[in-house]
């Protein structure tokens, strides 16, 4: 199947909100506004590239997800306790390190890769969504899981916020039917062909947004909810109306340094926190941002740069060792099916 390119153009604007959202000098409008978007889009993408391919085993499906999730998720929880030890020189036990992969949440705080909670979060949810899409009526199903989890999602969280009463979270499950919901969204706009629709009508559906984009920012940057903490029905519709605008007036667009953070979100999303805590860390003692309390959208951009460059720098021997095994094993596969 042909890579859609411009998934992963809007999976590298993404990532970028991502690492933009994690640096501290952010200014708090801007803050909310990435906030209000940027993990409802990766669930989103993920749903959405689910359509069509609901025939996919569930074991073999499981199984590829946990490839594609789980190992990576272990490996950056083993590169953060890496970094935790040696780098920063920090003492760390077993039993802690243990607890913080096992549970993740904000149990990971503790090897300063608090961003790792996302990917056993979408793995969870994507097995539970994928179970959606064994019925014979899919659409149907979907939708109205849609709708229910769109009226459950807030009582859930707030249920599960007083339950806990500011303890951590285990794997922050009470995110699992916000993301379920955003999943089903994804998927439906993918078996509706919502982008090739959209690029037929781009002109209107501009001009729409342009009204629409001043009044939804003055809504989130008013709103102080997160897709791990929303009690309101306002929040999912709001990130879904934002995404809309995002793709109206995104697509079409070819940016190929874009695409290529986009195809590389997992190693960047994997790595960036570390790199990010890192500049804290000098930044406390050579004060090169200034005071570390004053907001800036500059100085969180370069951060943002920085902490992109850096991640990809330090996975680039894993991309190419990738890059030079995947033809190899392609080639053994095609020989082996050939002699079967």
């Not at 590169?79 to 990971?108: D, H, P």
């Not at 994928?130 to 979907?142: D, G, P, R, S």
């Not at 994804?186 to 959209?198: Q, W």
């Not at 095994?325 to 392609?330: D, E, F, G, L």
């Amino acid at each position: 199947m042909k890579r859609n390119t411009y998934i992963d153009y809007l999976k590298g604007i993404a990532i970028i909100m991502v690492v933009l959202g994690h640096c501290w000098k952010l200014p708090q409008d801007v803050f909310r506004l990435i906030y209000s978007i940027h993990m409802p889009l990766f669930f989103a993408i993920s749903g959405y590239l689910l359509a069509g391919r609901e025939d996919e085993p569930l074991g073999r499906f499981i199984v590829k997800k946990a490839k594609t999730l789980l190992i990576p998720y272990i490996v950056f929880c083993l590169v953060s306790c890496v970094f935790r030890v040696i780098i920063l020189e920090k003492s760390l036990s077993v039993k802690e390190a243990v607890t913080a992969v096992l549970l993740g949440g904000e149990n990971l705080i503790i090897i300063f890769n608090y961003a790792l909670w996302f990917l056993p979060v979408l793995f969870i949810s994507i097995v539970l969504f994928k179970l959606l899409l064994c019925f014979k009526k899919k659409e149907y199903i979907v939708g109205i899981s849609v709708l229910v989890l769109f009226v459950i999602s807030p009582r859930i969280q707030a249920y599960v916020y007083s339950a806990y009463n500011s303890e951590p979270i285990p794997q922050m499950f009470h995110v699992i039917p916000a993301a379920v919901l955003c999943l089903g969204v994804g998927y439906l706009c993918g078996r509706i062909g919502y982008l090739d629709r959209i690029q037929n009508k781009k002109i209107m559906n501009i001009a729409v947004a342009a009204v629409l984009a001043p009044i939804l920012i003055a809504l989130t940057i008013d709103n102080t909810e997160q897709i791990f903490h929303f009690e309101t029905f306002l929040y999912m519709p709001l990130a879904f109306v934002l995404i809309h605008v995002l793709v109206v007036i995104t697509n079409g667009n070819d940016n190929r340094c874009i695409e290529y953070l986009g195809k590389n979100s997992l190693y960047i999303y994997g790595i960036h926190r570390l790199v990010l805590f890192y500049i804290y860390e000098k930044e406390k003692q050579y004060m090169l941002f200034g005071s570390l309390s004053e907001k800036s959208l500059v100085d969180s951009l370069i951060m943002t740069v920085i902490s992109i460059v850096v991640s990809l720098a330090i996975t680039y021997p894993v991309l190419l060792l990738k890059e030079w095994i995947k033809p190899k094993i392609m080639c053994l596969l095609h020989i082996n099916n050939r002699e079967a």
